[in-house]
């Protein structure tokens, strides 16, 4: 016999609210993941997959809709010599070039600045067209300026960069046509927002940490150089209220997503991936033992 109908239920009451889930940490976008997973396919067997590639595909994504910001690192001071000292300009800055409908934003420039330590040498190496002494470099949406002396503490450790620029190359440009070969970020000294910044890197220095030769540990290529934390990092002052979860590009840097450790006006931020792929580089360092 047929079994008697039974009456519908109607839909499953729905859940009680509960917390939102937490923000990402390392920022990496699902758009990025679901095209990672389209790259690579579906296999039952266990098998081994670049990190690269997933990399590549959050770089992409990223790319593509990531605002661009100035930070720096590892800050070196910079006193613009014949810039005047109460002068404050807004300099426009492009918030993504991959896409128009960003629009720009107003970044301060003053006499004096905070530029990379990596983009400035003493004595710098051959393809080296960063800051130099004597040399000219341009400023990335501001101007030409140029190293005059260099200031060093008790130790003889570089503490400050003495410079001037050319008020006639505001954009970046020379009237008289001159070029020079290296572009270099910044930020406002008396602007910047301070911060924590977290490196991240691959934990592992093994291209495949399974494949391990008699004796070996997986923990004898561990990458000590996987979590690097840098503290005193200078950022352009629109990042001083960045949400947990955003995700930026460092021009010239990287990608990074606000922590949420953020707090008392000091953002942390983490960074998801290079600009390039520093894989090769690590296994250069192994190989070379050191």
Known sequence: PCLPAVPSAGPPPPRPPGPPPPPPRRGYPPPAIRDFCDRIGIAKANSLVQVEQLEDAVRQELNRTAQRVLAVLRPLRVVIENYPED??????????PEDASAGTRKVP???????????FRE?????YFRLAPGREVRLRYAYFIKCVDVVRDETGAVVELRCTYDPETRGGYAPDGRKVRGTIHWVSAAHAVEAEVRLYDHLFSKENPDDLAEGEDYKDHL???????LT??????GLAGAAAGE????ERVGYFCVDPDTADGVPVFNRTVG?????A?????TAGGD
Not at 87 to 96: I, L, M, W
Not at 247 to 250: G, I, L, M, V
Request: proline content about 8%.
């Open 275 to 279: 600009l390039r792929d520093t894989w």
């Open 281 to 285: 580089r690590i296994q250069k360092r």
């Open 232 to 237: 005193g990092c200078r950022l352009e002052p």
């Open 223 to 229: 990458n000590p150089g996987s979590r690097e934390v």
């Open 87 to 96: 002068q404050v300009e807004e300099r426009d800055a492009v918030n993504n």
């Open 109 to 119: 420039f003053a006499r004096v600045l905070y530029i990379d330590r990596d983009d």
């Open 247 to 250: 995700r930026y590009q460092f």
């Open 123 to 127: 004595d710098p190496p051959r393809k």
